[in-house]
């Protein structure tokens, strides 16, 4: 309701020309509370959407979010995801969807809605992060490799096979990654041999604070290892790995949520839902091996090298990569994250911004 008031204030001094809501907003309830806005260019753009999103209790006001975002499709002009695991996960699960309704259902709103749609990554703007590498990693790389690999800085990690391994686990909330799994992935910092006699293993989880554009807001000293699902198991578990974690909790400087990334090696996700994954992105950014789920929007974006299909998979990937820190410190990650970078995208921005109110409603 402010945001109506606040547009009905300056709609007699500014004209419009393009309405651009985020697919939380029920854009057919303001398209009806302000006709005068219905003759706009309206762009809906979904950073995430509510027909598979994970819910801990199905309840009767979860149908009414999603069908708040069918009906926002179909009053919108153009319909904008940030992957096409997105586009396609919400398209192909309207028919499903819309039976929940008991009565009168719509027909064919996949076919109605599927043309106005397009994919529209999600812009990042990527720090230059070499005022953040480690006394090794400026030793090794001379000053123009450093700058070269300000865009591709995931080659920027150290040669020395007996360091310490660090990995850092992905966070958005408590509802997003499968507790189970970070706890075991945790209690690899307990198993031996993992690391060269001699060197403990730094097992850092980073609990990402509210994302706002085009950053989240980050880390603090060191990679973090962060509660990633019940408290409960994770305050057990805290007590048994206080020793080889370097981090809990919130991380709220962004330059050292930065710095943090740098350090680290190995970044972990075992996130139940993702529609895009800039925590992921900026840690590849960063430097970090990637290890991802074989599912959601991450084949979209990592190659297969750099995917999971079972936990097992996972564990035995990281137990290797602590007993050789090499072989992730001396690879190159193949994913080009420029292409997610503002610089790459804001020409498409632009375009889809560009366009001039609408006579014919």
């Known amino acids: 309701m402010q945001i109506i008031l606040l547009l009905k204030m300056y709609s007699d001094v500014i004209v419009w020309r393009v309405l651009f809501t985020s697919s939380v907003l029920n854009l057919a309830e ?29 309840q009767e006001r979860d149908f009414q979010y999603g069908y708040n975002q ?21 398209l192909t699960t309207i028919g499903t969807f819309m039976k929940l309704i008991p009565d ?8 109605i809605i599927r043309p106005k749609c397009q994919v529209l990554y999600f812009p990042i703007n990527f720090p230059d992060v070499k005022r953040f590498f480690t006394d090794d990693k400026h030793s090794y790389f001379s000053e123009k490799t450093v700058v070269e690999e300000a865009r591709n800085p995931e080659r920027c990690l150290s040669e020395n096979e007996n360091s310490t ?25 307990q198993e031996v041999p993992l690391n060269p006699p001699g060197t403990p293993q730094e097992l850092n989880r ?49 330059e050292e949520y930065f710095k943090a990334l740098c350090e680290a090696d190995v970044v972990v996700s075992t996130a139940k839902h993702e529609f895009f994954g800039v925590a992921m992105l900026e840690a590849v950014h960063c430097g970090c091996y990637p290890l991802c789920p074989n599912a959601l929007v991450y084949p979209e974006i990592f190659a297969a090298e750099y995917l999971y299909s079972t936990p097992e998979q996972l564990f035995k990937r990281l137990q290797n990569f602590c007993k050789r820190p090499d072989l992730v410190r001396k690879h190159h990650a193949k994913v080009d994250t420029d292409q997610f970078s503002w610089a790459a995208l804001c020409r498409e921005f632009r375009s889809l911004l560009a366009a001039e109110a609408r006579e014919d409603l």
């Not at 069918?70 to 919400?90: G, Q, W």
């Not at 009168?104 to 076919?111: G, H, S, V």
């Not at 990995?167 to 945790?186: A, F, H, V, Y």
């Open 104 to 111: 009168y259902r719509p027909k064919d709103l996949e076919k």
């Open 70 to 90: 069918v009906l926002s499709c179909l009053v919108a002009d153009v319909v904008v995801f940030n992957s096409a695991f997105n586009m396609e996960s919400f």
């Open 206 to 254: 980073k609990e990402e604070s509210e994302s706002t554009v085009p950053y989240h807001e980050e880390d603090k000293e060191q990679p973090t290892f962060d509660p990633c699902g019940k408290t409960d198991i994770f305050t057990e578990a805290r007590k048994d790995l206080d020793a080889c974690v370097s981090h809990w909790g919130y991380i709220s400087s962004k």
């Open 30 to 58: 303001l398209a009806a509370l302000r006709p005068d806005l219905a003759t706009l260019k309206k762009i809906l753009y979904f950073h995430e959407n509510q027909l598979v999103y994970p819910v801990r209790k199905n």
């Open 165 to 189: 391994l660090v990995k850092r686990l992905t966070k958005n909330s408590d509802s997003d990654q499968e507790p189970g799994s970070c706890k075991k992935i945790s209690a690899t910092c």
